[in-house]
């Protein structure tokens, strides 16, 4: 049997700050994990290119059903700590926008600074490793694994949540969580393109690669970015962040023309191009394409003239206003997060401890806490890692 002073299970994001934070604090770190390599989502976040934080990380940027609980650890790791990381390291990066913070050439940059960080201060790395019990035992915990019985004072569980199983992911810390007598919220996956399946979908077909900027907004929530149609239905920046809002039933209302009072617009078309058609107007706005099948679609394209007050009311309605009910989701195949998990309630949101079982320590997405897009869920997973770093 093998002893240390702290294992970590989960090499991504959140167990390799914790793993070289507590490392370089002199502790003895162990770090498992079952996959044949370490931060695979670290490499294929931000289309290969790492969106590895946000300039403009709040707690207001985060969903939890406690929505107190990231606030201390995101204020005692800040953006800027891994910033300042990422620039010791020279690892080249720009701003995409709205603060989102990407790598100027691959992930793989950053994951190579963590594992560098990690070398450095001697934390041991297991990849390939199973775990198939854990027990608490007299000053810590007994984990029986493919490397054998490794016992140690701390266990930190590093594992994530569902979202991308083709990576790996698998409910594992969920599973230990409840072991050790913790409430899990109801997962679902966050982060995820909608599928349509009504009488939408020829549209979202046809227009399927076409990008617009919108405003879409449900449940009180409001998200002003880009949308994408796809052949199984709507994706982009702001289907993505409203994803999370969103519940099945649940209508979404898209504002086509974010920039305009739909209304006030078509009345100054018709007053100042009388004889313009309005998918040509609309053309101005969308690709020729998108702005035919809409007009051919939803509406009979004339010239405004001969529109009345009645139909132009309903073209603003639906431009200004689209409500569509969203099938589902993509689910966790495509999802970038998995929201709700381990009910933080139950956590120290000082130290990331268990308060129902001591020595055991919850960081990153397998806690109910889930960042927007943008760089967030990498804020919190440097964070709460370092958090627990300092008391494991």
Same mark, same amino acid.
């Given at each position: 049997m093998r002893s240390t002073e702290v294992v970590i299970i989960g090499a991504g994001a959140a167990g390799l700050m914790c793993a070289l934070t507590a490392a370089g604090r002199g502790r003895q770190v162990l770090l498992l994990d079952h996959a044949n390599k370490a931060g695979k989502k670290i490499l294929m976040s931000g289309g290969g290119r790492c969106n590895f934080t946000n300039m403009y990380t709040e707690p207001s940027n985060f969903l939890s059903q406690n929505s107190h609980f990231c606030k201390s650890a995101l204020a005692r790791y800040t953006q800027w700590d891994f910033i300042g990381m990422v620039a010791k390291h020279g690892v080249p990066y720009h701003e995409k926008k709205l603060g989102q913070l990407f790598c100027d050439n691959k992930s793989s940059d950053i994951l190579g600074m963590l594992l560098d960080e990690c070398d450095q201060v001697g934390v041991?790395?297991?990849?390939d490793t199973s775990i198939q019990t854990i027990e608490k035992v007299e000053g810590g915990y007994l984990l029986d694994t493919t490397l054998g019985q490794i016992q140690c004072q701390s266990l930190v569980i590093?594992?994530?949540? *569902?979202?991308?199983p083709t990576l790996g992911a698998t409910g594992f810390g969920?599973?230990?969580?409840?072991?050790?007598?913790?409430?899990? *919220?109801?997962?679902?996956?966050?982060?995820?393109?909608?599928?349509? &399946?009504?009488?939408?979908?020829?549209?979202?077909t046809e227009l399927s690669g076409t990008s617009v900027d919108c405003l879409v907004s449900c449940? @009180?929530?409001?998200?002003?970015?880009?949308?994408?149609?796809t052949h199984r239905g709507l994706s982009g920046p702001a289907i993505l962040q409203i994803s999370s809002f969103w519940e099945?039933?649940?209508?979404?209302?898209?504002?086509?023309?974010?920039?305009?009072?739909?209304?006030?617009?078509?009345?100054?078309?018709?007053?100042?191009?009388?004889?313009?058609?309005?998918? &040509? *107007?609309?053309?101005?706005?969308?690709?020729?394409?998108?702005?035919?099948?809409?007009? @051919?679609?939803?509406?009979?394209?004339?010239?405004?003239?001969q529109y009345t007050h009645a139909e132009l009311a309903d073209i603003a309605e639906k431009l200004g206003s689209w409500k569509v009910v969203p099938a589902g989701t993509e689910g966790y195949r495509t999802a970038e997060v998995t929201l709700g998990g381990v009910d933080t309630r139950e956590v120290s949101s000082k130290t990331m401890e268990s308060l129902k079982s001591p020595g055991l320590y919850?960081?990153?997405?397998?806690? @109910?806490?889930?960042?927007?897009?943008?760089?967030?869920?990498?804020?919190?997973?440097?964070?709460?890692?370092?958090?627990?770093?300092?008391?494991?």
């Open positions: 041991n790395l297991h990849l590093a594992t994530g949540g *569902l979202s991308i969920y599973q230990v969580a409840k072991q050790f007598g913790h409430d899990l *919220l109801p997962t679902r996956a966050g982060l995820v393109p909608f599928t349509i &399946t009504d009488q939408l979908k020829d549209l979202c449940n @009180d929530q409001s998200f002003r970015e880009n949308i994408l149609f099945s039933g649940d209508t979404v209302e898209i504002n086509l023309l974010p920039d305009h009072d739909a209304a006030s617009w078509l009345q100054q078309q018709t007053a100042e191009r009388p004889n313009s058609e309005l998918k &040509t *107007l609309l053309g101005e706005i969308f690709t020729k394409k998108m702005a035919h099948l809409l007009a @051919d679609n939803w509406f009979v394209s004339k010239p405004m003239k919850f960081v990153g997405e397998v806690l @109910d806490v889930t960042g927007h897009l943008g760089g967030f869920n990498f804020q919190w997973a440097w964070a709460s890692g370092y958090a627990a770093a300092q008391y494991v």
